[in-house]
């Protein structure tokens, strides 16, 4: 019973994993056809099509009355972005962090989450909510656009991005189709097995749904933000790290949430309205001074945001009942 339900939720995160390269690999090849702009191709595409994975398995843990779940996924997948790959990265190779990026979108990513704290002071994310995420969301890309307008690849991530993913040959108007069309029902069943594995499991643990969703889900989440960084980090493209790991955080908790609650309200279970999305507030606070420091995050930086993470996940077991090892 366990390995089916465990397999099931693997298979269902692989998915998830494979319809999202799918899909960026088709929507950018359609814009490269039809002669999309740059700029336009790195913020419409490449970043919206970054966070599909989070929107299809909220949205899929929403619509099935799994509150805890889907809110637990997109608060834990920020986190393990911000803090874990983030560090990752660094560790890899030190991160190049200019000023507009550490401003301008870890700014957005701290007023998201402050508006999220208020969002579970109330209660739950209602559909009014919504609404203004979104707002927030085309305010946030009409300022990308304002900043990085005419802009060199090397001081526009959204550019710098659009190029990463363009590089070798890009398949024709039939093939991209094909690759969004497979990418999307690739996605829709990743989530829908994700969410079922994801439920069994904690059914089966005994542990919450909330924790399932603030560990095992949010990791498979990031699975794709987790490969992008490593690559971009090996090749030292790691302004593209940064920002892309920023933007996606911000995208998170402004797109996705929002056109998720227009769907339906999300109710705040009392361990994450209580506790983590203060600790996601937390960890874009630690990290824009890091981000700040001489606009480079360091491997001893990155260190610092792993071991942080690492406590997090501590004390999430702890929060579970679960034995920690000694030193904890």
Not at 24 to 40: E, H, K, N, S
Not at 70 to 86: D, E, Q, R, T
Not at 94 to 118: C, E, H, N, Q, T
């Amino acid at each position: 019973m366990a390995d089916g339900i465990l397999i099931a939720l693997i298979a269902g995160l692989v998915l998830v994993l494979a319809g999202s390269e799918l899909l960026m690999r088709g929507g950018v090849g359609l814009a490269r056809q039809f002669d999309v702009p740059p700029l336009f191709t790195g913020i419409l595409v490449v970043a919206v099509l970054t966070v599909a994975p989070e929107l299809f398995v909220t949205l899929r843990a929403a619509t099935i009355g799994q509150p805890a779940m889907a809110l637990g996924g997109l608060i834990g997948s920020s986190i393990f972005n911000l803090l874990f790959v983030m560090g990752l990265g660094a560790l890899i190779h030190p991160m190049a962090s200019p000023p507009k990026v550490v401003f301008r979108d870890g700014g957005m990513v701290l007023l998201a989450s402050f508006g999220l704290i208020a969002c579970a002071l109330t209660g739950g994310v209602a559909h009014k909510a919504g609404a203004f995420m979104l707002v927030a969301f085309a305010a946030y890309v009409a300022v990308i656009f304002l900043t990085d307008w005419r802009r060199a690849p090397e001081h526009s991530v959204p550019l710098a991005r659009a190029e990463y993913r363009s590089e070798g040959t890009m398949p024709s108007i039939t093939g991209s189709l094909f690759l969004v069309i497979l990418g999307l029902i690739l996605l829709a069943l990743g989530a829908h097995l994700s969410v079922l594995g994801g439920i069994h499991l904690a059914q089966e643990l005994g542990w919450s749904q909330t924790t399932i969703g603030l560990t095992v889900i949010a990791a498979g989440l990031s699975s794709p933000k987790l490969l992008l960084t490593l690559s971009a980090a090996v090749r030292g493209h790691t302004t593209i790290a940064v920002g892309q790991l920023l933007g996606a955080a911000a995208f998170n908790l402004t797109l996705v949430l929002g056109l998720v609650a227009l769907t339906r309200r999300m109710n705040f279970p009392a361990d994450l309205a209580g506790r983590d999305v203060y600790i996601l507030a937390g960890a874009g606070l630690i990290l824009m001074p890091l981000l700040a420091m001489r606009w480079r995050l360091s491997r001893p930086r990155g260190v610092l945001l792993i071991a942080a993470y690492g406590c997090y996940l501590a004390f999430l077991l702890w929060r579970q009942g679960l034995p920690l090892p000694l030193g904890f």
